[in-house]
C-alpha cells in the first residue's frame, strides 16, 4: 500500500510540475509583445514569478522525493534500463526548469532580448521530453 500511495503522490506532483512547465514558457512568449515597464509587463512578472515559486519548485522537489522513495521501496529498479532512459529525460527535463528561471529573472529585471519564437520552440521541449518519461516508465521497453 505504501508503494502506492507514494506513486499516487509522485503522479500527482508531476502533474503539477508538467503544467507549469508547459505554461511558462506561454507567458514569456506573450510577455514579449508588451513594453519593459507597462503595468502588463509588471503583472505578468507577478505571474511567472508566482508559478515558478509557489507551484514549479516545490512540485519538481515533490516529484524527486517521492519518485526516489520508489527507488529507495524497489532497488532493483536501478538496474532497469528503462529507469536509467528516464532518468537521463527527468535531468533534461530540470535543466529546462532551471533554463526558464534564468529567463524569468531576465524579464523580471526587463533585460530580456529573445524574441518570441525562441520561447514558441522553448515551450515544446518539455513536451517532448514528458513523452518519452511516460512512455519509459509505462512500457519499460527495455
Ligand atoms: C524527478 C525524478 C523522478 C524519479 C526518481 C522517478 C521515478 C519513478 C519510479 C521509480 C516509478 C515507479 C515505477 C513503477 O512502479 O512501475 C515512477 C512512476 C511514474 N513516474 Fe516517475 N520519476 C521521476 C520523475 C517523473 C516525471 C518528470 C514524470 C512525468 C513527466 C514521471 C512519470 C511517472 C509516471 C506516470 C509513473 C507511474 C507509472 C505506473 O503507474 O506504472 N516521473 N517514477
Not at 42 to 54: G, H, P, T
Request: hydrophobic share 55%.
Amino acid at each position: 500500500m505504501l508503494y502506492e500511495w507514494i506513486k499516487a503522490l509522485h503522479v500527482i506532483s508531476i502533474i503539477a510540475w508538467m503544467a507549469g512547465l508547459l505554461y511558462l514558457p506561454r507567458l514569456f512568449v506573450y510577455h514579449c509583445e508588451v513594453a519593459a515597464g507597462s503595468d502588463t509587463s509588471e503583472r505578468f512578472k507577478v505571474m511567472e514569478r508566482r508559478l515558478l515559486r509557489a507551484i514549479m519548485n516545490p512540485a519538481m522537489i515533490a516529484a524527486y522525493v517521492f519518485g526516489i522513495g520508489m527507488i529507495v521501496l524497489t532497488p532493483e529498479w536501478m538496474k532497469q534500463g528503462w529507469l536509467h532512459a528516464k532518468l537521463l529525460f527527468v535531468l533534461l527535463l530540470t535543466a529546462s526548469h532551471m533554463m526558464m528561471a534564468k529567463w524569468r529573472r531576465e524579464f523580471a529585471e526587463d533585460r530580456n532580448t529573445r524574441p518570441q519564437r525562441f520561447y514558441r520552440i522553448a515551450n515544446e521541449v518539455p513536451t517532448l521530453l514528458m513523452i518519452g518519461i511516460v512512455i519509459f516508465v509505462i512500457v519499460k521497453p527495455f
